[in-house]
Each structure stands twice: as structure tokens, then as C-alpha cells.
């Protein structure tokens, strides 16, 4: 008999959720808080991805991984999504820098 092994598709469903989830994270942190937040993103990516070398499970250890990884690509978004503010593309907060 065939096993059938689902670590793939918790892994590609993980990172479809992960990114999605984090997109409009990303924004609603600009917008409340700007770019200043990004320590934070950075420091728990960091958190992440150290505890995924500690984890035994493979598709938990990944997913922490992505996760991690994903917080990283969000400090970068940070900046791009203040620029994106800029140009009009999303609203600017008017309490914001008050």
C-alpha cells in the first residue's frame, strides 16, 4: 500500500496563509504605526527562524522558517509601502505625525 504524505501541501497551504495573512499586516502597520515598526517585524523573524532549528517536526520546522522569512521581506514592504503611500496609491493616516 501506497502512503500518501501531506507535509507538501501543509507546507504550500502554510505559506499561501502566511503571506496573505501578513499583506494586510504590513499595511495597517504603516498606515498606524509607519516604518518605525520595523524592529519589530525584524526581531520576531529572527525569533522565528531560530526556532525553527530547534524544531524536529519538518513541516513545523518550515513553516516557522517561511514565517520567519516572510517577517523579513515585511520590513522591506514597511519601506515600500510608505513610498506607495506617497505616490496615492493607499490612504496616508491625517493623525499620523501629529
Known sequence: ?????????????GTF??????????????????????PVFAIFGLIFCIASLFISNLAISVLLAVLGFSLF??????????????KGWFPANPKKGK
Not at 1 to 13: D, R
Open 1 to 13: 500500500m501506497q502512503h500518501i504524505y501531506f507535509s507538501g501541501i501543509i507546507v504550500g497551504l
Open 17 to 38: 496563509l502566511i503571506i496573505g495573512i501578513l499583506h494586510p499586516v504590513v499595511i495597517k502597520s504603516e498606515y498606524y504605526l509607519g516604518k518605525r515598526c520595523w
Open 73 to 86: 521581506w515585511s520590513v522591506h514592504e514597511l519601506f515600500e509601502q510608505e513610498k506607495r503611500v506617497k
